[in-house]
Structures are given as C-alpha cells and as structure tokens.
Nanobody
C-alpha cells in the first residue's frame, strides 16, 4: 500500500502559477504510474495528467496542454504538477493517484488504486 499527500494548493490570480506536489510513502514509489485529477464543485472528477513509472510516458488532457507539466522524482518519492497560465475554470480540488498495475498513464480514474486527500486550487482575482 502507498499513502499519498498533496500540497501546494492555494489562491492565485488568473494568469498565475502554482506547483502541486504529491509525496508518497509506503511501497516503492517507482512501481507506480501516477496521475493528477481534479474535481470542481458539482462536477465529476476528471483526468488532468499522468506519468509512467519511469517518467518516459506522459499524457495530458487537452484543456491543460501547454500550460501544465507533470514530472516525478523517484528518489524523492514525489510527483509534481506545475501549473502555469491558470484560469478561473482551473479552480478545483486536485488529487494525485497511484496505479500499481498498468505502468503507463491512463485517464480512467477507476484504474487507480490509491488516492490522496486533495488540495484546493482557487483561481480568482
């Protein structure tokens, strides 16, 4: 089992940046593909970005391409989400998730085995 803890959320103005971190503990972090999801009030949780075990395969949903960057540091057991050019519609609770089976990033939230508690990101002037 792995435990996940997100950090780095907060209030930012439109056009600003935030970097989210997700620290993992427990099992070997490099055994897991990782994903970032988000959930806005009244909406379903949706895929944002994912990264493979070793970081060689990355996927983004269209609405963050060119603005967000996912990365991981297996030596630090941490996955990051750098978010630039933030928009009000990016406001949501952001969750990281770990997938111990597939190895490559995938968009299906039901494919992930472990989840963090989430961190709030609010984009507002």
């Amino acid at each position: 089992q792995v435990q996940l803890q997100e950090s780095g959320g907060g209030l930012v103005q439109p056009g600003g940046s935030l970097r989210l971190s997700c620290a993992a503990s427990g099992r070997t972090f490099s055994d897991y593909a990782m994903g970032w999801f988000r959930q806005a009030p009244g909406k379903e949780r949706e895929f944002v970005a994912g990264i493979s075990w070793g970081g060689g395969s990355i996927d983004y949903t269209d609405f963050v391409k060119g603005r967000f960057t996912i990365s991981r540091d297996n030596a630090k057991n941490t996955v990051y989400l750098q978010m630039n050019s933030l928009k009000p519609e990016d406001t949501a609770v952001y969750y990281c998730a770990a997938d111990r089976h597939y190895g490559l990033p995938r968009r299906d939230l039901y494919g992930y085995d472990y989840w963090g508690q989430g961190t709030q990101v609010t984009v507002s002037s």
